[in-house]
């Protein structure tokens, strides 16, 4: 099982040999064996990857994450629908009745929400209120909890914050670390034979990842709370993000969470958790889908 990712940040060449990514620098070479890797993030703009090496990482799964001149996510490679039961899996995604639909975001929002909850919980010791706020999230959200729950949220995780704000380095570092989790999202997905495309609320048509905008809400209290362990306890606010910053967010996927009962990397649980939606989808039944906890008590 793929449990390691690999962050590129200097001048070097990437290539294929004996199904290992052979990572070429003017020190000297570094060779991974493919079968172990889950994630490449392209982290500079003078690494060069030839096309045996890229077709391999297809071939095993790996999700490679390529970054723009500011050094922030920009696009995901994935590849083409492996499952053998790819048809079959789709055909029920396609066909999920509206009313499943909207009790699986309803699960989702309430997993965000209480996972916000947890975040608080290990940074300010309370968590009352928007535990209180999930329990009223209704199917499809229709009263919009999930935005109250977030104002709640953010004003009191983070010192003098406002999402929106650029020049904020605590937003460039959460969204650095949603890129790689939406990558990470998506490579579940596919691996379990759903199309990205096609979500459950999300549903913009000029957006190759809605579902991956559906599932990953969950797991965004993951990278928040990976933030505030590195801002200061959520204070620091202007400035560039630094090469440790990136490779920090990079690692995200082998931060620990719960997942039915047991500790597991993000990685883990975006692969379980997009296996539990085909089997909600395959069943009718909301219970079956299955999503990461943060708790104080499993921190």
């Known amino acids: 099982m793929a449990w390691r990712g690999l962050h ?9 040999a004996d199904n290992q990514c052979v990572v070429a620098q003017d020190t ?18 003078q690494a060069t ?12 799964g790996i999700t490679v994450i390529v970054t723009d ?3 922030l996510p920009s696009g995901v490679v994935l590849p083409f629908h492996r499952h053998h039961r790819q ?40 968590s009352g209120a928007l535990r209180a706020m999930a329990e009223r999230v209704t199917p499809g959200d229709p009263e919009n909890i999930e935005a109250r729950a977030a104002r709640y949220y953010w004003g009191r995780l983070f010192r003098d914050f406002v999402r929106e704000n650029d020049r904020d380095r605590r937003n460039a570092m959460l969204n650095y670390g949603y890129s790689v989790m939406r990558g990470a999202v998506a490579r579940g997905l596919v691996a379990a034979g759903l199309v990205p495309a096609l979500g459950l609320h999300h549903a913009n048509a000029l957006n190759p990842f809605n579902l991956a905008d559906d599932i990953i809400e969950p797991f965004r209290p993951i990278v928040d709370l990976l933030v505030w362990r590195n801002s200061d306890g959520g204070t620091t606010g202007d400035g ?14 082998l931060e620990t969470v719960r ?15 997009a296996m539990a939606l085909v089997r909600a989808l395959q069943s009718g039944s909301v219970a079956m889908l299955q999503l990461p906890e943060i708790s ?4």
């Open 28 to 45: 000297g070479e570094t060779r991974l064996a493919l079968e172990d890797v889950a994630w490449i993030v392209l982290d500079t703009q």
């Open 259 to 273: 997942f039915e009962k047991e500790q597991v990397t993000a990685l883990v649980a975006s692969e379980a958790a």
């Open 69 to 71: 001149a500011r050094h």
């Open 240 to 253: 560039d993000l630094t090469l440790e910053h990136r490779r920090m967010l990079a690692g995200v996927l």
């Open 87 to 126: 048809a079959e899996v789709a055909a029920q995604q396609v066909s999920a009745s509206d009313g499943l639909r909207k009790k699986l975001w309803q699960a989702l929002v309430r997993g965000k929400i209480r996972n916000q909850a947890g975040v608080l919980e290990i940074c300010a010791g309370r």
């Open 296 to 299: 104080a008590l499993s921190a």
């Open 49 to 60: 990857l030839t096309g045996a090496l890229l077709a391999a990482c297809m071939e095993f």
């Open 8 to 16: 590129i940040s200097r001048s070097c060449r990437l290539s294929l």
